[in-house]
C-alpha cells in the first residue's frame, strides 16, 4: 500500500493525558499537512511541512499542539493535557509540490 | 466568517440523473479549486480540480465549472450512480509561486444521496 498511513485509527483517553499520533506520507512527496474535522464540520487546517520545516501554523494550534517532522519522513502530532474539545477527527495528508493533497484514514481521537 | 460555503447540507439525486453540488467562495485569493469525496470513516479522495485561468475541467463523470466573477464552482456528476453516495467537501488555496499549496479550506460538506 503506497497511500498516506495514520496510527493509531483510534484513540481514546481521558482528559489531562497527553497523546501522540503518526503519519507516513507518500514516500516522495515532500509536503505533509496536519487537518482537525468536527462533526458537520469539513478539515480545518492546522500546521504543514516541507521536508523537515515547518512553514506554517494555524491558530487553532494551540500551545498545547506540537508537531514534528524530525527528517522529512514521518510525521507526530502530540496533544497534551487533552480536553474534551480536542475531540475530532485528525487527518494527515501529503503532497508532491502540488496543491493536490492526498489524506490518510484519520485518527479518531475521543476524550472523556 | 467562513471562506469556502456549500450551502446544502444535503442532496437526493435519482440513479442515472445528474448530479450538481454549489460551493461559494469569498476569498479572492484564492486560485486554486478542488473537489473531494468521502465515506464514512475513511479520509476524503481528491476527486478533481480546477485553476482559476479556466472555467471548466472534466475527468470521466466529473465536470467542475468555475464562475470567477461570482465567486462560485459547481460539480456536476453524470450518470449518477448508487456509489457515488457519500459527502462531498469543496476547497480552496492560493497557490504559491512554483504550484503548491500552503493548506486548503474546505467547506462544511454536502451529503450526496444517491437513490435507486
Known amino acids: 500500500d503506497t497511500g498516506v498511513s495514520q496510527d493509531p485509527r483510534h484513540k481514546i483517553t481521558k482528559r489531562g493525558q497527553n497523546v501522540t499520533f503518526r503519519c507516513d506520507p507518500i514516500?516522495?512527496?515532500?509536503?505533509l499537512y496536519w487537518y482537525r474535522q468536527t462533526l458537520g464540520q469539513g478539515p480545518e487546517f492546522l500546521t504543514y511541512?516541507?521536508?523537515?520545516?515547518?512553514?506554517?501554523k494555524s491558530r487553532l494550534l494551540s500551545d498545547r499542539f506540537s508537531a514534528e517532522r524530525p527528517k522529512g519522513s514521518f510525521s507526530t502530532l502530540e496533544i497534551q493535557r487533552t480536553e474534551q474539545g480536542d475531540s475530532a477527527m485528525y487527518l494527515c495528508?501529503?503532497?508532491?509540490?502540488?496543491?493536490?493533497?492526498?489524506f490518510g484514514p484519520g485518527t479518531r481521537l475521543t476524550v472523556t | 466568517d467562513q471562506q469556502v460555503k456549500q450551502n446544502s447540507p444535503s442532496l437526493s439525486v435519482q440513479e442515472g440523473r445528474i448530479s450538481i453540488l454549489n460551493c461559494d467562495y469569498t476569498?479572492?485569493?484564492?486560485?486554486?479549486f478542488l473537489w473531494y469525496k468521502k465515506y464514512p470513516a475513511e479520509g476524503p479522495t481528491f476527486l478533481i480540480s480546477?485553476?482559476?485561468?479556466?472555467d471548466k475541467n472534466e475527468d470521466g463523470r466529473f465536470t467542475v465549472f468555475l464562475n470567477k466573477s461570482a465567486k462560485h464552482l459547481s460539480l456536476h456528476i453524470v450518470p449518477s450512480q448508487p456509489g457515488d453516495s457519500a459527502v462531498y467537501f469543496c476547497?480552496?488555496?492560493?497557490?504559491?509561486?512554483?504550484?503548491?499549496?500552503?493548506?486548503?479550506?474546505f467547506g462544511k460538506g454536502t451529503h450526496l444521496i444517491i437513490q435507486p
Open positions: 511541512f516541507q521536508n523537515e520545516a515547518q512553514l506554517e
Open positions: 476569498n479572492s485569493m484564492f486560485d486554486y
Open positions: 514516500s516522495e512527496h515532500n509536503r
Open positions: 476547497a480552496a488555496t492560493p497557490l504559491r509561486s512554483g504550484g503548491g499549496a500552503d493548506g486548503l479550506t
Open positions: 480546477i485553476s482559476s485561468i479556466k
Open positions: 495528508a501529503s503532497s508532491l509540490s502540488g496543491a493536490i493533497h492526498y
